[in-house]
């Protein structure tokens, strides 16, 4: 049963690589989303070594013809099922550091970033989970998507100047069928014990990035994220059902130095201040407006009454005071007030 499964896989990758991934003539358009779905799941996974003995045993390539590699033609079908709208397909990492299981550890190990695959990247303890994108954007965080980056890359960092900061994503699709792959890889890393949970992580990050519709609209705007499930309601539900079937493990993290820088920018003063001004008076364009307006009158108000009290101690000096009592009323406030004059003369 092994071999017949197996064969039907290697048929169908190379019947792929024949019409660009786009269809196999011996099936209809509808099913081939199905089949990849199907064989992306971790319990219907085959030993990756059968699948390349079976593939270099049926190998029949011309010599003319380019060579053609089982885990390329796999990771190629399987990576649609994560990003189908990219026409920026990465190409497949040759260099494992471990044996590769099966294909759904292909596409686990090759969807993360360069250093990661290497295991060059630092690990450390995430003790707090990242503020929301709502919460970041009103500390003063860009936001931006980077489409050529893989999909676990993500950094922060300073854009220019001591305040700003810029977090850096790249772009993911989302729908009933990325859930599947998501609940499965993260299965496959809780399960194996030589799995760093990677994905598991991201996919927390994600969670906590991601509180409400709101979230998942700013993320669409940027265009980090795009889903096919009708509304931004359903894909914030989506990412916080599958962070709930799982227990996080925060000791491994490889996104811990973007967690706690991004943490420790929010909770710096001018984050704190800038977030609680952007939160309650300028929520929207309404209430931006409302907010200038009422210090523009503030304002009025104010030169208002220095202009009132300027023509107050100028009706004071033409009166006939004692002269002690002139110095002492009028002379201390004269020199202020004209010094504010000759400033907006200036000005």
Known sequence: MMLIDASFIIQLLRDLSHNQFKQVPSLSRWMLPTIRRELIMLENQLPLFVLNKLFELTNNSRPDQPSTNLNDLAFRFFYRLLQSDSSHIPECYQAYKFEIEHVLDLLRYNIRPPNVKGEEVSRGIQKQMIHSATELKDAGVKIKVDEDRELLD????????????????????????????????????????????????????????????????LLHGKGILHHSLGNDERVADLINDIAKEITPDMNESYLYKVVNEANKYFDTMYGRTRASIVRNYLTSWTVGI?????????????????????????????????AIFRKALILPFRDTVSAVFDTDEET
Do not use: M
């Open 154 to 217: 993500i950094t922060f960092g300073r854009k220019w100047g001591v305040l700003t900061r810029e977090l850096t994503i790249p772009r993911v699709h989302i729908s009933d069928h990325r859930g599947t792959v998501f609940r499965n890889i993260v299965a496959f890393e809780k399960c194996h014990k030589r799995c760093n949970p990677d994905v598991t992580t991201y996919l927390f990050f994600f969670n906590r990035l991601i509180n409400s519709a709101n979230d998942v609209a």
């Open 290 to 322: 409302s907010t200038v307006g009422a210090l523009l009158a503030l304002y009025f108000t104010f030169i208002q009454t220095i202009c009132g009290f300027a023509d107050a101690l100028k009706a004071l000096e033409d009166k006939k005071f004692s």
